[in-house]
């Protein structure tokens, strides 16, 4: 059983940063695709970024191209996500998620898909 552990949310000001970590117990297969979910109050969950363990970034939402950025330490089960320029919209639960089909998750934009989650980690974005 794959654990993930999400840490680094917080409280920031719109145009700070936060990183956010998941440490993941292993990465049991070579197809998967792990990365980050958020949940903001009253809305649905979704996809924000995704990268694969060939250190392909496959999925960005559209809301944070350009501002966020995932990376993966394979050597130590790491990802990360910088998160810069944040947004008051930016504001919810972040969840590290993860499955076997390369992100299909993400790609498909369908967390039924997803087969690991972690527990979230909540950041809080002030105007």
């Known amino acids: 059983e794959v654990q993930l552990q999400a840490s680094g949310g917080g409280l920031v000001q719109a145009g700070g940063s936060l990183r956010l970590s998941c440490q993941a117990s292993e990465f049991p297969f070579d197809n998967y695709g792990i990365g980050w979910f958020r949940q903001a109050p009253g809305k649905e969950r979704e996809g924000v970024a995704c990268i694969r363990n060939s250190d392909i970034r496959i999925y960005y939402a559209d809301s944070v191209k350009g501002r966020f950025t995932i990376s993966i330490d394979n050597a130590k089960n790491m990802v990360y996500l910088q998160m810069n320029n944040l947004k008051p919209e930016d504001t919810a639960v972040y969840y590290c998620?993860?499955?076997?089909?390369?992100?299909?998750?993400?790609?498909?934009?369908?967390?039924?898909?997803?087969?690991?989650w972690g527990q979230g980690t909540k950041v809080t974005v002030s105007s």
């Open positions: 998620a993860a499955d076997s089909t390369f992100g299909t998750s993400w790609l498909l934009e369908d967390k039924d898909l997803v087969e690991y």
